[in-house]
């Protein structure tokens, strides 16, 4: 069993940043690929970027490239997503969900509560 916990979110006016972080209770959080995904009001939850089990690997969304570095440190069981240049567009609960490496739900087993991000224009 992992539990997530999010944090770091908040409100940003646009071109602003944020650095969201999410930490894995357990021993076994190097064994799961970690993956943020978000969702905005009256849509589905939709993927943002996902970082393999040693680091090496990360794959992002179009919408994010560029702007978003996932990343983590085994050692401290957390997972990170830097957002910079944020758009009003960006604004949704993020989540972080820990299981197999690629960009659909179902690959997840573990999920966070989220952490909303409000980007202001």
């Known amino acids: 069993q992992v539990q997530l916990v999010e944090s770091g979110g908040g409100l940003v006016q646009a071109g602003g940043s944020l650095r969201l972080s999410c930490a894995a209770s357990g021993r076994t959080f190097s064994t799961y690929a970690m993956g943020w995904f978000r969702q905005a009001p009256g849509k589905e939850r939709e993927f943002v970027a996902v970082i393999s089990r040693s680091g090496s690997n990360t794959d992002y969304s179009d919408s994010v490239k560029g702007r978003f570095t996932i990343s983590r440190d085994n050692a401290k069981n957390t997972a990170y997503l830097q957002m910079n240049s944020l758009k009003p567009e960006d604004t949704a609960v993020y989540y972080c969900?820990?299981?197999?490496?690629?960009?659909?739900?179902?690959?997840?087993?573990?999920w966070g509560q989220g952490t909303q991000v409000t980007v202001s224009s």
């Open positions: 969900a820990a299981g197999t490496y690629g960009m659909v739900t179902p690959l997840y087993y573990y």
